[in-house]
């Protein structure tokens, strides 16, 4: 009795708050896509486990992939913030290069990893899935390299020996940042944040080149 009240209630509640529906439906995606796999889910398995109807689904979801593209959207926009945030924090503009990098990539990696399924969903689920798809990723990634081209020509003006062109360095560099976290999401036991934090400073701090002279600017 008490399962039929609570599933009346939930019909109702769907007819009448749309954004509760959507936050259920994002909720069984992040679940779903990330245990299951995204192309093993279907929209019939999103509603059950939301416990909405399909035509609410349709209400608020183009189609699946929406659904997907919203899920790695919160994502990347919390990683984004999280890294601007820290570009304001007390001595950013005053400690060495190194340290600067480690704070933004640390800002950066916690925020994406907090949660072991939407690392998955974010960071593996999202490949290879249609051209629109990669479209969104590479939009994505150009938000990244501008951040990152106006760190590393920062460095530059405080003496380090960028090998080569910046626009190539940061576009290997965010590749390999992409890598990483697909790694890290494959896992079945995925790797702590730290360690990753300290890999991407490693490969910056590689690329970025030494400081000539003092060498702690």
């Not at 790694?183 to 400073?201: D, I, N, Y």
């Amino acid at each position: 009795m008490a399962d039929a009240v609570m599933e009346l209630w939930n019909g109702v509640r769907a007819a009448r708050d749309p954004a509760w529906v959507r936050g259920q439906l994002l909720a069984a995606g992040r679940t779903l896509f990330a245990v299951y796999g995204y192309a093993r889910t279907t929209v019939e398995d999103l509603c059950a486990a939301a416990h909405v109807e399909v035509r609410d689904f349709s209400r608020e979801f183009e189609s699946r992939e929406a659904l997907l593209v919203d899920l790695y959207d919160e994502v990347a926009t919390r990683g984004m913030r999280a890294s601007e945030a820290e570009l304001t924090a007390e001595g950013m503009e005053t400690c060495p290069t190194e340290e600067r990098v480690h704070r933004l990539f640390d800002a950066y990696v916690r925020a994406v990893t907090r949660d072991p399924q939407e690392a998955r969903v974010a960071f593996v689920e999202v490949l290879g899935v249609s051209r629109e798809m990669d479209d969104h990723l590479t939009m994505w990634r150009s938000v990244w390299v501008a951040f990152l081209t106006q760190e590393a020509e920062r460095a530059r003006q405080r003496g380090h020996g960028v090998d080569g062109n910046l626009d190539v360095v940061v576009k290997v560099l965010t590749r390999s940042v992409d890598e990483l976290l697909a790694h890290h999401g494959r896992r079945p036991r995925q790797v702590p944040p730290a360690w990753l934090t300290s890999e991407f400073t490693r490969l910056s701090m590689a690329m970025i080149g030494p400081v000539g002279g003092s060498g702690n600017v």
